[in-house]
């Protein structure tokens, strides 16, 4: 790679790791080690296409893209992927006031199946529309809104009324 398109790259990488860090931990439901693989494996799918990702009219997108397809392709090599289990090893050190509802939210997103989960990271995390969130899932626009509509009610069932205590005033 020349040295101008290498620095582009290298800026482009800086500029948008961490917002695909945390796509990404969303995505895995909170573990962050899978989270860094696949940022990491993003990143290098970009640099190899960086000619062509360059020219794209939003290369952010693009790369929430590719980090959206590297993680349903993890999910579906059922070989590699790690035991759940219910609670977190890792458990912060209370130092953000958000860490409860964090930690619920981010269990009740790792029960959700990857493709709906996926869905509501792209809709509601990425705020993307319909017809964006499609294209980036290989799905139809019908198939996107009936994946969002059953991840949601699946995500009131699992999250009830104990939500409300987690909500600052």
């Known amino acids: 790679m020349r040295k101008v398109r290498a620095d582009e790259y290298a800026e482009f990488a800086a500029a ?27 990143l290098g799918r970009l640099y190899v296409r960086w000619g062509r990702v360059s020219r794209a009219d939003n290369p952010a997108a ?11 392709a993890h999910q579906r090599r059922r070989s590699s992927r790690e035991r759940a289990v219910e609670t977190f090893p890792d458990l912060p050190d209370g130092g953000g006031t958000d860490t409860p509802l964090r930690l619920t939210l981010l269990q009740a997103l790792g029960r959700l199946p990857a493709k709906d989960r996926a869905v509501v990271v792209l809709r509601y995390w ?41 909500v600052r005033p």
């Open 62 to 72: 693009y790369a929430q893209t590719v980090l959206t397809r590297t993680y349903l």
């Open 126 to 166: 990425e705020d993307r529309s319909i017809e964006e969130t499609a294209g980036a899932l290989n799905a139809s626009s019908a198939a996107v809104r009936t994946r969002s509509s059953r991840a949601l009610g699946r995500l009131r069932e699992l999250l009830g009324e104990d939500i409300g205590e987690y």
């Open 16 to 42: 948008r790791t961490g917002h695909l860090y945390r796509s990404a931990c969303l995505l895995t439901a909170g573990d962050t080690h899978l989270a860094e693989d696949l940022v990491q494996e993003t």
